[in-house]
């Protein structure tokens, strides 16, 4: 996980990035919404309710964490465009302070720890539930 400076806790990214309750809260939609998804085989071999039930949770949870992730990258994306920093960077233009600070507030966001975690988990959880539901379908 990156050391965060004291610059990184001014920046506006930030909340995005490290700290925001809010962000907390969608990461764990996304990582709730990734089990649900991965149960839906196995629950459908127990239950058919509540294996569309996981379903809805997880199709839901994954429609309103990614909606939130769009934000974000939208936001993001509007600040690279708005002060043209890839214009500026590709013509070696020099940068100003507030497109340096603009700079570390962009690649500050794309540290996040919690996409790593996010990434893993969802690799491990599709893992087993591949290798669950290829039991229950093809070996049970």
């Known amino acids: 996980m990156p050391v965060f400076s004291q610059k990184c806790k001014s920046c506006t990214e930030y909340k995005n990035c490290r700290g925001s309750y809010l962000s907390w809260i969608f990461f764990i939609i996304g990582l709730i919404a990734t089990v649900a998804v991965r149960l839906v085989t196995v629950l459908m071999h127990i239950d058919p309710f509540y294996g569309k039930l ?3 949770v997880g199709v ?3 429609f309103i964490f990614f909606l939130y992730m769009y934000a974000v990258i939208r936001k993001r994306s509007e600040v690279i465009s708005r002060n043209m920093l890839i214009k500026k960077l590709d013509e070696k233009e020099g ?3 507030d497109d340096y600070g603009r700079m ?3 690649l500050c966001s ?3 720890g ?3 975690i996010n990434y893993i988990f969802i690799f491990g959880v ?9 039991y229950l ?3 049970k």
């Open 54 to 56: 996981s379903w809805y």
């Open 60 to 62: 839901g949870g994954f």
């Open 95 to 97: 940068l100003s302070d």
């Open 104 to 106: 570390r507030e962009i």
């Open 110 to 112: 794309l540290s996040s």
């Open 114 to 116: 919690k996409e790593r």
């Open 126 to 134: 599709s893992a087993v539930a591949l290798l669950v539901a290829v």
């Open 137 to 139: 379908d093809l070996l």
